[in-house]
């Protein structure tokens, strides 16, 4: 089996038009916050953070891929009744270590997009937990078996989104 190196040069990055940008990460959040007041099994998806995990491997900088999870991170954070920078910090650790693998990885394969889709998920969940729990107080009950379900679920709607939105991409 042959190992093939791959430089930085050799990696496609991307960029999105300002309203891509914007619109995306807000529709994700508008989402996120209503359609669960009218079908409640959607709670088991996160939007925002698949939209997170999808820029920040298509831009493959860890700076922009902090910054974007930050912004969508607190915007979710001002629909919630939580305190503000809760969702903002798991999904900033999110965004930086996207960005990270974005690097390395092949990100246009459908197995990557679910591997990776599926451990950011869980990655996201014990950082929210953590900080929920542990500095903010909140009194939540952690399963791993409705975790690792929703992780898959997400993964799988992640690969899905992926493909459509990899259609707004525009080569750097």
Same mark, same amino acid.
């Given at each position: 089996?042959?190992?093939?190196?791959?430089?930085?040069?050799?990696?496609?990055?991307?960029?999105?038009?300002?309203?891509?940008?914007?619109?995306?990460?807000? %529709?994700?959040?508008?989402?996120?916050?209503?359609?669960?007041?009218?079908?409640?099994?959607?709670?088991?998806?996160?939007?925002?953070?698949?939209?997170?995990?999808?820029?920040?491997?298509?831009?493959?900088?860890?700076?922009?891929?902090?910054?974007?999870?930050?912004?969508?991170?607190?915007?979710?954070?001002?629909?919630?009744?939580?305190?503000?920078?809760?969702?903002?910090?798991?999904?900033?650790?999110?965004?930086?270590?996207?960005?990270?693998?974005?690097?390395? %990885?092949?990100?246009?394969?459908?197995?990557?997009?679910?591997?990776?889709?599926? +451990?950011?998920?869980?990655?996201?969940?014990?950082?929210?937990?953590?900080?929920?729990?542990?500095?903010? +107080?909140?009194?939540?009950? $952690?399963? $791993?078996?409705?975790?690792?379900?929703?992780?898959?679920?997400?993964?799988?709607?992640?690969?899905?989104?992926?493909?459509?939105?990899?259609?707004?991409?525009?080569?750097?």
């Amino acid at each position: 089996m042959a190992v093939t190196y791959t430089s930085r040069e050799q990696i496609e990055v991307y960029r999105f038009t300002m309203p891509v940008a914007i619109i995306v990460p807000l %529709l994700a959040i508008f989402l996120q916050a209503f359609i669960p007041l009218r079908f409640v099994w959607f709670n088991v998806f996160d939007l925002p953070l698949l939209v997170v995990i999808f820029f920040a491997m298509a831009r493959r900088s860890q700076v922009a891929g902090l910054l974007t999870g930050a912004c969508i991170g607190l915007l979710q954070d001002s629909l919630t009744h939580h305190p503000l920078g809760v969702y903002g910090i798991a999904k900033t650790v999110v965004g930086y270590g996207a960005s990270s693998l974005g690097v390395k %990885l092949d990100t246009e394969s459908v197995g990557t997009r679910l591997i990776v889709t599926t +451990g950011f998920y869980v990655v996201h969940q014990v950082i929210y937990f953590t900080i929920a729990r542990a500095l903010v +107080g909140l009194d939540l009950n $952690w399963s $791993w078996s409705r975790e690792l379900w929703s992780a898959v679920a997400n993964a799988v709607l992640g690969v899905f989104l992926f493909a459509l939105m990899d259609r707004l991409k525009q080569r750097a």
